[in-house]
Every structure is written in structure tokens, then in C-alpha cells.
């Protein structure tokens, strides 16, 4: 059996934070950035397991080419895998545990885009009871790592409660709950009370997420939580130093140079990692870093063009 890292965070870093999976978003590049600053858990983009199963064989994987990190600077990382079909997750879970080797498995039970829950998987799968609970069980039953599972405050007429209670005798080591309802979406207060409940029924690590975007916000959600930690997405988009804000108890304004740097930094990563393709793919993330700048809009309409670190360096001159 794996470590269950879960458990050491638990006992050593609290609050536990963690880079929430967001597809588009939190790659390779982001993750290392987000490390650098504090981040305790990084967890990958959703990968399909349908894809993984159908594409075994292939010479070329691009879903396994997504999910490759770098062991020493992307410590510890969840891979996060989606979709309906049992017997895909059991081939999943094999193929992410010997080929990836990440520190743990997630699985998704909150996306909320209709194309996905039509599949009967994200949100859609949380509304199935007897569905989640095969896909879990598939999941334990073919890797050796911790397992995690990540769900919504509610999905269709199942609560927290109802989908914890339905699987309160599996081993599912940490639990991320978006306290938004799949109704709310994106938008909206998160209902902390709902995570505060959920230690009722589930003895492993839990993360409150949402709406999290500051210090603020972030010492209220575990206050009212009791959560073990956070699971932060948008809010540290163009603002990984929120990590270190809430490690330190301390709000931090860094100079435009500074988050200059860090822009830098990341389209360094994605160069090397991806060349040209990866610079282009860093466009949506550089404009992030914009928000509450002097010039921020010149800056954007400028930083989703470019093609090169060249230019980049130009821009933010
Ligand atoms: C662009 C984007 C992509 C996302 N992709 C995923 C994903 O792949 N898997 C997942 O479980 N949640 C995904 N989410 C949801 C986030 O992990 C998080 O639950 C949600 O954004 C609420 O947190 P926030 O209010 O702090 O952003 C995504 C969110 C965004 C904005």
C-alpha cells in the first residue's frame, strides 16, 4: 500500500492547501508556480477515463502526455479522473498508477457542464448513488494510492450527507466539497455549514472550496468549516501568492515588477514543456496576472497575442 500523504498533511501542515483541479488551467507549469508558494496538494486537470481506456494500446496518449509532472517540483500530486463507466475507471486507476505515479487518485463529482453530466458523469454522477459507489469501489479495488473523491454541496436531490452516507464504509482518504450546489454552478455564497456537517459522516482529510479569493474569505471558510483545509481555484488564477497569504496570516501587495516575474516564470515553464504550443496555451493564464494593474486592459489585449518569451519580455517591459 502507498503512503497515505493525506494523512502526513494532516498531521503537519494545517490548514492543508491545495490547488483545486480546474482543466485549462492548473498544468505542470501553474502547479510548479503554485508549489513555489505554498501549495501542499496540486491536483491535475480532469482526465477521461473513456479516453484512457480506449487509447491503452496507443503508441501516443495525449491524455497520459497531459497528466506527466515533475516528482520533485509537484509534490504531492492527484491525478483527477472523470466519467461514468465503472470498468473504465478500474482500467484508469491501473494505467495512472503504473505509467503517472502520482501521490493519489481524485475522482469528479461536481462538474457541472451539461455535455459531461449527460454522460452520466461530474455532477451527473454524483445524483447517482449506486453509480458512485461502483465507480469508488472500482477505483480502491485497482490502485494502491490514497484515493479522494471531490463533490458538490448538492446535485440534483443528493446532499453531502445522502452521497457520504451511501459510501461511509469505503476507504476514501480526503474529500473536496465545492460548497456550491450544482444549481448555483460558479456563482454564489458557498454553504460552509454543509462541510462543517460532513465530518459526521467521513473520517478522512477534508477540503472546503469555493468562492475562496483572499484572506479574507479564506480564514472564514475554515472558521466556519472546521475544514481541514482549502481547495483553491480562481482565486489564486494570476495569484498564487495567495497560498503563502494564508500560511503567514498575512496579506501581501507585490509591486507590478514582482508579478512580472512571476508571469515570467510560468511562460519559461510552459516553453520548456511545450514550446510555442505552450506559450500560446499560457496566453489566458498571463492575463490573470493583469487584474487591478495601471494599463491592465492594454496589457491583455497585448498578452493574448503573443507567441514568444520575446515578446512577452516586451510587453511587460
Ligand atoms: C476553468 C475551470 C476549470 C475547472 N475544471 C475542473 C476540473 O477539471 N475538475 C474539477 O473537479 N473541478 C473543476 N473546476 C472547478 C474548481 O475546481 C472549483 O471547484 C470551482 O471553480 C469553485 O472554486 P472557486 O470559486 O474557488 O473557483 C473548474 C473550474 C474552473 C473555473
Known amino acids: 500500500m502507498a503512503k497515505n500523504f493525506w494523512e502526513t498533511l494532516r498531521k503537519r501542515s494545517r490548514p492543508i492547501l491545495a490547488l483545486a483541479p480546474m482543466a485549462g488551467f492548473t498544468d505542470s507549469a501553474f502547479r510548479q508556480i503554485c508549489k513555489k508558494y505554498g501549495a501542499d496538494v496540486l491536483y491535475s486537470e480532469m482526465a477521461s477515463v473513456t479516453a484512457l481506456f480506449y487509447n491503452q494500446n496507443k503508441k501516443k496518449n495525449l491524455t497520459l502526455d497531459l497528466l506527466r509532472f515533475n516528482r520533485q517540483k509537484e509534490k504531492y500530486y492527484v491525478v483527477q479522473l472523470f466519467g461514468a463507466n465503472p470498468e473504465h475507471f478500474a482500467v484508469a ?19 457541472p457542464v451539461p455535455k459531461i453530466i449527460k454522460q452520466g458523469a461530474g455532477s451527473g454522477l454524483m445524483k447517482d448513488l449506486a453509480g458512485a459507489r461502483a465507480v469508488i469501489k472500482a477505483v480502491l479495488a485497482n490502485t494502491d494510492l490514497p484515493v479522494s473523491i471531490k463533490i458538490r454541496a448538492q446535485a440534483g436531490n443528493v446532499d453531502v450527507q445522502k452521497f457520504l452516507k451511501n459510501i461511509i464504509d469505503l476507504p476514501v482518504a480526503a474529500l473536496m466539497i465545492h ?57 489564486v488564477l494570476g495569484r498564487p501568492w495567495l497560498y503563502k497569504e494564508i500560511k503567514k496570516d498575512q496579506v501581501i501587495n507585490l509591486k507590478a515588477e514582482e508579478i512580472f516575474k512571476i508571469v515570467l516564470q510560468q511562460a519559461e515553464l510552459k516553453q520548456a514543456q511545450k514550446g510555442k504550443r505552450g506559450l500560446v496555451e499560457f496566453r489566458k493564464q498571463a492575463v490573470w496576472y493583469m487584474q487591478g ?9 497585448q498578452l493574448v497575442k503573443v507567441n514568444s518569451l520575446a515578446e512577452i519580455k516586451k510587453i511587460l517591459k
Open 93 to 111: 486507476a491501473r494505467i495512472i498508477t503504473e505509467k503517472i505515479k502520482p501521490d493519489g487518485i481524485d475522482i469528479n463529482f461536481g462538474c
Open 179 to 235: 460548497g456550491r450546489t450544482l444549481k448555483q454552478g460558479f456563482a454564489g455564497q458557498p454553504d460552509w455549514k454543509v462541510v462543517k456537517e460532513a465530518r459526521k459522516y467521513f473520517s478522512g482529510v477534508i477540503l472546503a472550496n469555493g468562492g475562496i479569493n483572499d484572506l479574507v474569505s479564506a480564514k472564514k471558510a475554515l472558521r466556519e468549516s472546521k475544514a481541514d483545509g482549502l481547495g483553491l481555484a480562481r482565486g
Open 293 to 301: 494593474m495601471v494599463g491592465a486592459a492594454k496589457l491583455r489585449e
